[in-house]
């Protein structure tokens, strides 16, 4: 599509083009830390092992409450931070080390590599294989991570591990402003002009 709009012939060159731009996407989310609400941190394997591209991501999320004004509580999701890396003790720590303010409750599954985390307050549940404990404990982080794959799988039909970082920065981008969706366009602009350069063939 871009390479329509650009009237380029090099469909290559296009291809790094978004490279670059979903590369500043990401370095314009990597300034921020999730400290909102209790964050949802859980692991995820994007992609096919039988197209040979599969892969892990660790994913973390804001959970905003407040009361509406029927005396409701309700929620939602905030911010996220996405890691593309395999669910071990230390890619976890870095991620909430790099994207997670210190002192904030943080709940995960069951998973050995999530439990002990530094700078912060980890609750767990074990909730493997019951899929209504999984929708009460980490609702948003399940819901990020299936719309994430479906976007990868559906929009762009598969996505090469090694390049996963990228998209995942791009989609994790539109979802960080989705509320603002009027001036996403603008303030990816700014994000590209402030960025850091990327050589195109990187």
């Known amino acids: 599509e871009l390479q329509r709009h650009l009237g380029l012939k090099s469909y290559g060159r296009v291809w790094g083009i978004l490279q670059k731009i979903r590369t500043a996407l990401q370095q314009r989310d990597d300034g921020y830390e999730l400290s909102t609400g209790v964050i949802e ?7 096919r092992r039988e197209a040979g591209n599969q892969g892990d991501a660790l994913v973390a999320i ?5 009361v509406d004004k029927k ?8 911010f996220a931070k996405v890691l593309v890396a395999k669910e071990t003790k230390e ?22 590599c999530l439990r002990n985390l530094k700078r912060v307050d980890v609750d767990y549940q074990v909730v493997s ?17 299936s719309n ?13 591990y090694k390049h996963m970082s990228r998209y995942l920065a791009e989609y994790t981008y539109r979802f960080n402003r989705r509320h603002d969706v009027n001036r996403l366009f603008h ?3 700014v994000a590209c002009a402030t960025a850091t350069p990327v050589p195109l063939c990187a």
């Open 41 to 47: 941190l859980d692991g995820a394997t994007f992609g």
């Open 62 to 66: 804001e959970t905003i409450t407040w």
């Open 71 to 78: 005396g409701q509580t309700k929620q939602r999701a905030g």
């Open 91 to 112: 890619n976890a720590q870095q991620l909430v080390d790099d994207g997670v303010q210190k002192g904030m409750m943080v709940n995960t599954d069951g998973s050995p």
């Open 129 to 145: 294989g019951d899929s209504e404990a999984c929708e009460r404990w980490l609702p948003w982080v399940h819901r990020f991570i």
């Open 148 to 160: 994430a794959k479906a976007w990868v799988n559906g929009t762009h039909h598969g996505v090469r």
């Open 187 to 189: 303030r990816a602009v």
